[in-house]
């Protein structure tokens, strides 16, 4: 595990931007084509912002992206509660990427525990049945949850699905999300969370004692492919 404390937020962001095109640029030539899974909230918004900018943009091969969400909100792609909106309001719309390259994690007319199965023959179709992404985004809550992988729900268990779907009665909403094996299969992967609501959390992730059911973080295996990128008020310095 690699974690990288950093001073400021506009430096944390810049030097986050800048893996995710270094990895693009290496999976790209080794492959042919960059696959990553993304999530929702504040950080990701602004490394998002960063890479809409023509410093990145216009460094980036977008027609050899392949996007998918790490988790979602079951609600419609115009909410202002989808991740997906957000994604493409900051990010998507602003570079030329193919639209059969995007998978929302949402469709209408259907059920989450439908799409759900629907969305992980999505993901084999493009990764096969290994299912590698070449690099999967993070967010943390100030609760220890990553993706939609909450503090004593049944999602923690899941051994088998690659994608689940399940009713978060604490936000009264349906959740769509990857399961905590096929996050670990990434070749990389890149948690950002930062500010002093992180820290008792991160401390216990850390530090602590292993407890997944409490802090579903500590799910994510701390493997050399794991990048942290956190400050000072979050690791309690």
């Not at 810049?14 to 993304?38: M, Q, W, Y």
């Not at 091969?61 to 988790?71: A, L, P, S």
């Not at 936000?171 to 500010?195: D, H, K, S, W």
């Not at 407890?211 to 400050?231: G, S």
Request: glycine share 6%.
């Amino acid at each position: 595990m690699n974690i990288r404390i950093f001073d400021d937020l506009d430096t944390l962001y810049t030097e986050a931007a800048d893996v995710f095109k270094n990895l693009s640029e290496k999976s790209i030539r080794e492959k042919g084509r960059f696959t990553v899974a993304l999530s929702g909230g504040s950080s990701p918004k602004a490394i998002f912002k960063l890479l809409a900018t023509d410093e990145y943009a216009e460094r980036i091969d977008w027609n050899k992206i392949y996007f998918f969400w790490v988790d979602e909100r079951w609600v419609p792609l115009n909410d202002d509660k989808s991740n997906a909106r957000m994604t493409f309001e900051t990010l998507l719309d602003k570079v030329p990427v193919p639209k059969d390259h995007i998978f929302p994690m949402y469709k209408d007319n259907i059920l989450p525990e439908e799409y759900a199965r629907e969305y992980e023959s999505y993901i084999r179709n493009i990764l096969g049945n290994e299912g590698v992404f070449d690099f999967i985004l993070l967010g943390m809550g100030d609760d220890g949850h990553t993706a939609s992988l909450f503090p004593g729900e049944e999602i923690l268990n899941e051994k088998e699905k690659w994608v689940s779907a399940y009713y978060l009665k604490p936000q009264e909403m349906y959740r769509i999300t990857l399961t905590a094996p096929v996050i670990n299969r990434a070749e990389n992967i890149l948690a950002v969370a930062f500010g002093e609501s992180k820290k008792q959390a991160l401390n216990e992730i850390l530090n602590g004692e292993y407890n997944p059911e409490l802090y579903p973080m500590q799910l994510i295996e701390k493997k050399e492919n794991f990048m942290f990128f956190t400050d000072h008020k979050a690791m309690g310095k």
